[in-house]
C-alpha cells in the first residue's frame, strides 16, 4: 500500500517538477524480489494517479525498473574497482565484531590493503576517504558535514556481485539526469555515502532535500503497525483525493498568505521546497476531516451524489439493490452533504430510507424513550395527528409543534422519539424533510412499532 509519507514526497517533487519545467521520475527499485510483486507496482502507479501524479502528464516520465538497469550497476562496481576506489572483502560480520569487540562499531577496514580480487562471497567495499568531510548542501537541513573518519567502508556489491542500493540508486540517478533528490530524512545518513560515490563515478551529485518525518498524536514517526498510513484506506473511507492532496502538501510546509485550504494548481505555484519545515510534520486526522468536510461542501450536489455512488451500491450498501431509490436519495442529497466529512458517513445518514426497518440504535432508544409513559403518549398523538396532515417538511413541523404544546414539550424534546422511532437515530437529517421523503405509510408505520416495543417493554 502507498504510505501517505510517499504521498507527501511524491507531490513535493511533482511540485518542484512542474515548476521549473522539468520532469519527475518515477524509478520502481526492484532489485529484492521478495519485495516486489507486479501488483504492488500497479498499486503505486493506481496511488500516484489518485493525487494527479501520472503518465499522462509530461512532466510525468517512467516508471522504469531498476532491474533492467543490472548491467550498468556491474559496470560501475568494476570502475570503481578498477580505480581504486573500491576493494574485495571477505570478512563475516562475525569475524569483524571479533576484532572490534563489537557488533555496532561497523567495519574496521581489515581487508583494505590484502589486494583480494574477485571471488564468489566476496564483497566490495566502497574506499572512504580518512581526512575531512563530506559537506551535504540540503535545501531543508543547510549543509550538515559528516566526519569521513566516522564513515566506515561500506559495502557496494554483495558477494555474488549484484550491487546494493546505494551503489544502484545513484547510477540510476546518474544514467537518468536526476538532478535533484526530494525524499524522507530517513534517507540523510545514507547522502554522504551516496555523495561519496557520485564524486568517485566522476559526476557532479544532485541538488538534495530531506523531508521531515511524519508523526502521529503521540509524536511517533507514523508506522504501517501502528497507525493508518495507507493512502488507499484513506481514499477508500471518503476521503476526496482533491482534499488529499491539499493536506499532504501541508505537511511541512504552508504558504505564507496563511490560507490552506486552496486548490492544488495555486500551491504548486506557491510551493517552495526550500521553505519546508525541517522539524516533524504531526499528522493530524481531526484536521484532514475538517479539510475533507469543506470539500464535500464545495462539491456541486450533482458531483457529491456521484461522489457518494460507490457508498450507496448494493456490494457496500446495508440494503438490496432493489430498495435503493436514486430519486429519494437525490431529494435528501443537499442536506446529506452539509451534514457529513466522509464520503462514507453517507450510508449512516439515508439508511433509514431504504432499509425495511430502521437499525436500532440501543443508546438512542434508551436516551429518546426514557420516560417511556411520555414517550408512548407523545408518539400516539403525533402518529394520529401526523396521519391526517399535508404530507410535506412544513405542515408535518406544524403539526409536531402543535403535539409537543399539547404535551408542554418544545419542539426539540418532541422530535427525539419520533426521530428514533423513524430513524433508529437521534442525530441525523432534518426531521421534517425526512419524514415527506419517506413517506406517509412508512412513517406511521414505524410509530405504531416504536409504541407497540414500549408496550411490551
Known amino acids: 500500500m502507498f504510505h501517505v509519507g510517499g504521498a507527501r514526497s511524491a507531490l513535493y517533487n511533482w511540485a518542484t517538477a512542474r515548476q521549473q519545467g522539468g520532469v519527475f521520475v518515477l524509478r520502481i527499485e526492484d532489485t529484492d524480489a521478495a519485495r516486489n510483486k507486479p501488483e504492488w ?86 574506499r572512504t576517504p580518512d581526512e575531512g ?26 558477494g555474488d556481485g549484484s550491487p546494493v542500493f546505494l551503489l544502484a540508486n545513484v547510477v540510476d540517478d546518474l544514467e537518468q539526469g536526476v538532478t535533484e533528490v526530494i525524499r524522507g530524512e530517513e534517507h540523510l545518513s545514507n547522502t554522504p555515502k551516496q555523495q561519496l560515490l557520485w564524486e568517485a563515478l566522476g559526476a557532479t551529485p544532485p541538488v538534495w532535500a530531506h523531508l521531515p518525518v511524519i508523526v502521529n498524536e503521540k509524536r511517533q514517526k507514523l508506522s504501517k503497525r501502528r497507525d493508518k498510513v495507507a493512502l488507499e484506506d484513506y481514499l477508500a473511507e471518503g476521503y476526496l483525493p482533491e482534499a488529499m492532496v491539499n493536506y499532504l502538501m501541508l505537511l511541512g510546509w504552508g504558504p505564507k498568505d496563511d490560507v490552506e485550504i486552496r486548490p492544488y494548481a495555486e500551491l504548486e505555484q506557491l510551493f517552495s521546497i526550500s521553505e519546508v519545515n525541517a522539524g516533524s510534520a504531526f499528522f493530524d486526522v481531526a484536521k484532514l476531516r475538517s479539510f475533507n468536510g469543506e470539500y464535500i461542501r464545495a462539491l456541486s450536489v450533482d458531483e457529491f451524489i456521484a461522489a457518494c455512488a460507490p457508498y450507496l451500491a448494493a456490494d457496500r450498501a446495508p440494503w438490496a439493490a432493489e430498495d435503493f431509490d436514486a430519486k429519494a436519495f437525490a431529494e435528501l442529497a443537499p442536506l446529506a452533504q452539509s451534514r457529513i466529512a466522509l464520503l462514507s458517513e453517507i450510508v449512516e445518514q439515508v439508511d433509514f430510507l431504504f432499509l425495511p426497518e430502521p437499525v436500532q440504535h440501543e443508546q438512542s432508544w434508551a436516551k429518546a424513550m426514557k420516560d417511556k409513559d411520555g414517550a408512548l403518549a407523545l408518539l400516539r398523538t403525533a402518529r394520529e395527528k401526523l396521519a391526517a396532515a399535508d404530507w410535506k417538511a412544513e405542515p408535518l413541523k406544524a403539526e409536531l409543534e402543535a403535539v409537543a404544546a399539547e404535551h408542554g414539550l418544545k419542539l426539540g424534546k418532541a422530535q427525539a422519539p419520533i426521530r428514533v422511532a423513524v430513524t433508529g437515530r437521534t442525530v441525523g437529517l432534518p426531521l421534517f424533510e425526512s419524514l415527506e421523503v419517506l413517506g406517509r405509510e412508512r412513517t406511521l408505520a414505524r410509530l405504531d412499532a416504536a409504541a407497540e416495543r414500549l408496550v411490551a417493554a
Open 41 to 126: 507496482t500497479d498499486g503505486i502507479i493506481s496511488a500516484l494517479a489518485a493525487i494527479g501524479i501520472h503518465e499522462g502528464d509530461p512532466a510525468f516520465e517512467g516508471p522504469y525498473f531498476q532491474s533492467a538497469n543490472a548491467g550498468t550497476h556491474r559496470a560501475a562496481a568494476e570502475k570503481l574497482y578498477a580505480a581504486g576506489r573500491a576493494y574485495y572483502c571477505d570478512c563475516t560480520r562475525e569475524q569483524t565484531a571479533e576484532r572490534t569487540g563489537s557488533a555496532q562499531t561497523g567495519y574496521d577496514g581489515f581487508c583494505r590493503e590484502r589486494g583480494l580480487e574477485y571471488a564468489e562471497g566476496r564483497a566490495l567495499r566502497f
Open 133 to 158: 568531510a563530506t559537506v551535504v548542501v540540503d535545501l531543508i537541513r543547510g549543509e550538515p558535514a559528516f566526519p569521513n573518519s566516522a564513515i566506515e567502508d561500506f559495502v557496494i556489491a554483495r
